[in-house]
Every structure is written in C-alpha cells, then in structure tokens.
C-alpha cells in the first residue's frame, strides 16, 4: 500500500470521521487517529440536510454508511413561504435531513468498527506537533480552527463577518415541509428557517439584522428568554409549541475563505477552509464532499503533494462556486427588509431564486403550477415568457426587457462613427432586443478614452450617428436606439483596447481633466488637470450641446454615464475626488456636478423621452463608493428626473477586487430598486434567457442589459424567443429573417425505429 500511514484528524465533526472512515477503508493497514475536545453525543446543531448529489457519493464510496443513513432519513419535497398572512408552497424541491447527533453516531460506528482511534474529550496536539509524527494531519476543526490560525502565514485566511444575527433552536414536532415565515415587528424583520430532520423535531433558525437583534432587547444575556420570546413571535409557525436549545447561543455568520487549503502535510476541509452560508444548507455537505474528495485523490496521486495538490484543484472552484451562492442567499436575507412590500407570490418566488442556483425555468420544471401564478402576478399575458413584457418609460414603450449594453467599439476615425457601427447596431436591432444602446459617445475631443472613440460634438458626427437611427427605425420597426452620453475624465488620450487597455498613447495624446489631480494609474496614466469653474461650466455645455444633437438625430432614450471611473464617476467617488471646494466632501457635495450635467441634459431632452443614468455602485475597494452611497445617488438622480437606473460596479480605480460571478452585479440593482421602487437596468455577466427570466419575475431589475452574449450572438433575442418556443410581438422576426426563425435540423432524424428486443 502506498500514501500516507500514520494519519491524524483534529476534529470530530461530519467532515474528520467521514475523512477518517475512508482513508482507513481504502488502507486497512493505516495508523489514523481522531481528536475531539468534546464528548461523543455532544453537538451543537440539530438537523443536517444532504443532496442527492452528496449521497450519491457516498454510496459509491462506502455503501455501509449510505444504508445506514438512508434509514434515518426524513424526506420531503414542498417549501412553505408564509408572509403578512399568506402561505405560498412550491413542490418538487426534494430533500433529505437527518438529526446531526444521529449522523455522527453513525460515523462513530463505522469509525470504530474500521479501526479508528477515537480519542473524544481530548484536545488534539498542535498541528506542527502532529506533522512532525504523522504522515498527514487533518485539520477538520471548524470556522474557529486553531490550525488555520497558528498557520495564518501559510493559509492566508480571510475571514469576513456579516450584518444578522442567528441562533439555533429546535421544536419536538415535524413540520411537513421547509418553512420560511417572515415576522414584521415592533424591532424591525426577523425571519424563520425551519424543517424537519426525524419524525418528531424541527430545526428552528430565528435570523434578524443586528439593529432588530438589539432592539428587541437579545443582546440581553439570557438564553432562555431568548428561547421563549422568539417562540411566541413565531407562534403560528410553531402550533404554540415550545422551541428549545442546546446550548444555543446568538452567533454572527462568519465567511471563511483561505488562500490555500495545505501547509506541508497539513490539510484543512470543511469549515476550517471555508464556509457557506445556513440558508442554502450546505456546511455539512461541503465537509463530507472535501472528505471524499481528499481520500480519492490520496488514493489515486503518487505522493502527498500530488494528493493535495489535486484535493484543491478539485474541491475549490465547486467550494467558490457554493460560496458565492451562500453570499447571494446571505445578502438577500440581510435586505430582507427591502423586499417586504413585494406581491405575495413575487415575494416567494424572489425568496427561492435568491441564490440563482433555482431559476424561473427550473421553477417552471420542478411546480409549473406555483411558477405560473408567479408568472400571472408578474403581469405576463399567456405563454410570454417576463422577458417579452413591454416595458414603458416616459412616453417610450419598449417591446421587451432585452438591452444591448453599451459596448466601446473604438473604431470610429475623428469621433465619427461609420459602417462599422451602421452594421454593429443595425444587426443588434434587428437580433430582437427591446433597446439598443450605442458605446459610449463623447461630448468632447478632449472627452474621448482613444482616438477610436466616437463623438456627438460636430455636424459631421451627428449626421452618421442619424444614419444609424434611421436605420434602426426603418429596418426594425418597434426596436429603440439609445445614446450613451460620457466623458472619460481622467481615463483618457489612451491606446485601443486591443493595443493596451489603459495605457497612454504613444503620441498624439491630448490633455486630461478630472475631479482632482490624480492619475488612474499612477506613475503609468496622465496626471488630470482638475476643473476650475471655468472648466466645468465648458463640461457642462458640453454635455448640453451633445443632447441637443442626439434629439435631432432621433435617439429615443438618453442615459448619461456616471459609472467606470469616467469623468462624472470621479466627482462621485471619494477614492477620486479630493476636492476641497463645493464639489468636493460629502456625498450631497461629489453629487452637484453630476446632477448639474444632468439637469442641463434633461432640459434639453424631449419630456416624452426617458433618460437614464449609469452608475458604478461599488468601487470594489476600501473606502470607495458604497452600496448605501449608490442607493443615495441614484435616490438623488430620480429626484432630478432621472426615469432608470442603470446599475453596473467598478472600474474607478485600478487596485479594485469585484466579486465576479454570475450575475454578480445585480444585487446592486435590486437594492436601488426595492429601496426606492424606481425602475433598474441591471448588467453584469446575465449570461441567459433563464437568467433574465428569474431577474424581472422577482422584482430585482426591469430591464437586463447583456454585451459579451450580444457580441457572441447578434440575435441573441430572437433566439431566446425560439428556444422558449415564444412567437408574439415581444419578439418579432422581420419579414427578410423569417425563414430563419426555426432551428436548422442537424442531421436525420427519421430513421425507422427497432420494433423487438431479443434478450
């Protein structure tokens, strides 16, 4: 037998024994010793929910544990939403919970019985003691490792606290199905996460933000006035039963992320290498996956390294795949607030996709009756998907929700845009989507980001960008044009992106402004030249003279860009501007000039044509924008007459960390939007059809602005429609694609089927 012999596991929860219970299954041979500070029968938690997925592997790599955990199992498919007196349950969800005490009883036994050395009561040595007798150690010891933290150097961990507060409790009834019940009280909202994990008892989480924590007076040391006061808040959920503890005390979720997972021969799983948030059940499914998975790859690689090397490599994108789920799950509870005057079944349909891992064409799958109602509240007439409801802004109606982003193409020659543009965005209109949008167009030369930018400050430009609308109109009747409208502040006279995104120009490079004299990137970009009155009042008419032309070349939406670090970002931002006068300091102050541009804009700009406003609502670095300071600016642009925000993040400063993912700016928008019911554009990798679906359905976003799958598929609209098998006016083909409209077949598909089988 080869790999490691004498092994060590610090950590006797689900994640140590399943990990130690493996390895000594595959070497009988191996010396493994377990450390647990505390009894046998003591835990902290009652019921654990598994997926499929994990029993799955489990019955592969050990058909012992999985018997005995099928027999304890508790199953149910319906999850209850209960909300200012209404109960709306979605079936077809399928999970499968037991009791943690049970659980690990279980793996007691099969650990015990394979030849694991127990050592329960007994603090395990430190883990650089460990190492240097064994040939691996473990370190399974929780979201308070003490290995991770004597090994802070190596692992690099990161450790983030969060904004509510949860407790743990239990109820001596089963409840029928997964119930979330919303309590609106005197404090503030407080949310219940309960289900059943045996026959006869519940887990129970009552979860509040902090401010309603302290309020309603559970900052008092008393667990069992804890334990009694949050009964009768959740009465009803409860039948009048009593909740009770198990030691239970109010905790604040802590999310774990390290930067590596090993330190020699030391390897941490479960909780001690990450954590995901309780609202989407899957601590104990991660720590008995990393278990699995460490013990394949130490039984398939050659040496340890290898081993985990490989463990890691396998384990972390599903690990950042899970926490960014978590984080979705965990912030939505946490704004839990905001979304409480929604329709009762848009509320609960918000509440199941919270985490976008449950989509509006899953719903459709797993209760097509739930998700039609959902769909009926919405407003959607029969058989249009939410995507192809029309949408009204001022006395603009758009035919659906899909927009083009704005896209800098950088290929136009002195601000004027040509053939190259002409078919870029006629193919997007004619490709189906409600709006498009064109890139960013400047009010300036001095305003361009390259050379290849295009402008709307000379005659010249304004005739080629009225080329393109008359296009647009023409040849896609019902499809609207937009203009973005920007300056690119201190981020300009740089190369094309495909030449060197950011970096100067080689010659030829024009003057820069900004808010203040500082450089994108230091010591590379140009130092700006910061406005003086002079200079802002020019900006201004600058502003103004370029709506005045986008009016006459027939756009039919304005949106002035705010966002990414441009110039009128820079005003808003406090990592880029320092200014010390008027415009300068507080929020209401970085505000004045942009709301400046804006009501010089919008003076001109038709009344019945909507005009928006993007914005970058984090900056993605410390001391940067917020997303409370994005609710105030875009709470300031509405009052100003702003008719949408466009809500997109970052790109102000040059050492930004964004949060990539899958939809993963749309948070920001929903918060603007259920803060201040004001319509929303969200942005920001909404990838598919189903994507865009499940945004509008819960109320997060009222249009959905997509580039990379625009640029990937001009008629990326139009063939949402097809696959959705929509045909209505939501999504017209015109008259010359027609014929196309039909998926091509690939191959035969007519061949005579067998009509016997012979065994």
């Not at 039984?299 to 984080?327: H, K, N």
């Not at 009762?344 to 509006?360: D, K, Y």
């Not at 919405?378 to 949408?391: A, I």
């Not at 097809?722 to 196309?740: D, N, S």
Request: hydrophobic share 40%.
């Amino acid at each position: 037998m080869t790999g490691p012999q004498r092994i060590a596991v610090i950590g006797g929860g689900p994640g140590g024994l399943y990990a130690a219970a493996l390895l000594k299954r595959l070497g009988p041979a191996r010396d493994i010793t377990l450390w647990e500070r505390n009894a046998p029968d003591d835990t902290f938690g009652f019921g654990v929910v598994l997926s499929d997925e994990t029993l799955g592997g489990i019955e592969h790599a050990d058909p012992v544990v999985h018997r005995a955990l099928q027999r304890e199992f508790v199953r149910w498919d319906d999850i209850d939403i209960v909300h200012r007196g209404h109960t709306q349950t979605s079936g077809g969800h399928g999970f499968a919970a037991l009791g943690r005490r049970r659980l690990l009883e279980i793996l007691h036994e099969r650990c015990a019985g394979l030849g694991v050395d127990l050592r329960f009561r007994t603090q395990a040595p430190p883990a650089a003691e460990l190492a240097a007798t064994h040939d691996l150690v473990i370190a399974a010891d929780g979201v308070h490792s003490a290995t991770r933290d004597a090994h802070e150097d190596s692992f690099r961990p990161r450790i983030t606290g969060h904004r509510c507060r949860y407790i743990w409790l239990a109820a001596d009834f089963a409840l029928d199905a997964f119930r979330f019940e919303i309590a609106e009280t005197a404090y503030g909202v407080m949310q219940l996460h309960a289900y059943p994990f045996s026959q006869h008892a519940s887990t129970v989480i009552v979860e509040m933000r902090e401010e309603v924590w302290r309020a309603a007076g559970f900052d008092v040391p008393d667990p069992a006035e804890s334990v009694g006061q949050c009964a009768k808040i959740f009465a009803n959920a409860l039948g009048h039963r009593p909740l009770r503890s198990n030691n239970s005390a109010w905790l604040t979720f802590r999310t774990v992320v390290n930067d590596h997972w090993s330190h020699g021969n030391t390897v941490l799983i479960g909780d001690a290498a990450h954590t995901a948030h309780f609202s989407i059940g899957s601590g104990t499914k991660l720590a008995v996956e990393d278990a699995l998975a460490l013990a394949a790859c130490v039984e398939e690689q050659p040496s340890l390294p290898a081993a985990l090397a490989a463990y890691e490599s396998e384990r972390r994108p599903v690990v950042e795949s899970t926490q960014r789920a978590a984080a979705a799950s965990l912030r939505w509870f946490e704004e839990l607030g905001t979304y409480v005057d929604q329709p009762p079944r848009q509320f609960a349909f918000n509440l199941l996709t919270r985490s976008r891992r449950v989509t509006h064409d899953n719903l459709r799958l797993r209760d097509p009756a739930f998700t039609a109602g959902v769909e009926e509240e919405f407003g959607c007439p029969p058989g249009t998907p939410p995507m192809f409801t029309p949408l009204r802004l001022r006395g603009l109606e758009l035919r659906n929700r899909v927009v083009v982003s704005p896209m800098d193409m950088y290929s136009a020659t002195d601000g004027v845009p040509g053939d190259f543009h002409l078919v870029h965005l006629g193919a997007r209109a004619l490709g189906g989507a409600g709006l498009v949008m064109t890139e960013m167009v400047c009010v300036s030369p001095e305003g361009r980001i390259t050379p290849g930018c295009t402008g709307l400050y000379t005659d010249e430009q304004a005739a080629a960008w009225t080329r393109v609308t008359d296009f647009v109109h023409t040849a896609s009747p019902g499809t609207a044009i937009g203009v973005q409208l920007g300056h690119s502040g201190r981020k300009g006279s740089t190369r094309l992106m495909w030449e060197g995104i950011d970096q100067p120009l080689d010659h030829g490079n024009w003057p820069v402004t900004a808010a203040s004299p500082l450089p994108y990137a230091p010591a590379v970009s140009q130092v700006p030249h910061a406005l003086d009155r002079a200079g802002l009042d020019e900006v201004r008419e600058q502003f103004a003279a370029a709506a005045r032309r986008a009016n006459a070349c027939g756009f039919d939406l304005l949106e002035l860009h705010c966002a990414h670090g441009y110039l009128l970002s820079g005003f808003l931002s406090p990592l880029t501007n320092r200014r010390t006068d008027a415009y300068g300091g507080p929020l209401a102050h970085r505000l004045r000039f942009p709301l400046e541009v804006f009501d010089a804009v919008r003076e001109l700009w038709p009344d019945d044509r909507p005009m928006t406003v993007r914005i970058s609502a984090t900056d993605w670095a410390e001391g940067g924008t917020t997303a409370e300071d994005a609710v105030e600016i875009a709470r300031a642009f509405v009052a100003h007459g702003a008719d949408a925000i466009d809500v997109s993040t970052g790109q102000v400063v040059p050492g930004e960390r964004p949060e990539y993912g899958r939809s993963y700016q749309t948070p920001y928008a929903d918060r603007i939007r259920n803060t201040l019911c004001v319509p929303v554009i969200a942005v920001g990798a909404i990838s598919s059809w189903d994507d865009v679906n499940s945004l509008l359905l819960a109320g997060r976003a009222d249009l959905c602005a997509l580039a990379r799958p625009h640029l990937y598929d001009p008629h990326w609209t139009l063939h949402a429609a097809a696959e959705q098998g929509y045909t209505g006016p939501g999504a017209p083909w015109p008259l010359p694609y027609r014929a196309g409209s039909r998926t091509p077949p690939t191959g035969r598909t007519d061949a005579p089927k067998p009509r016997l089988s012979l065994g």
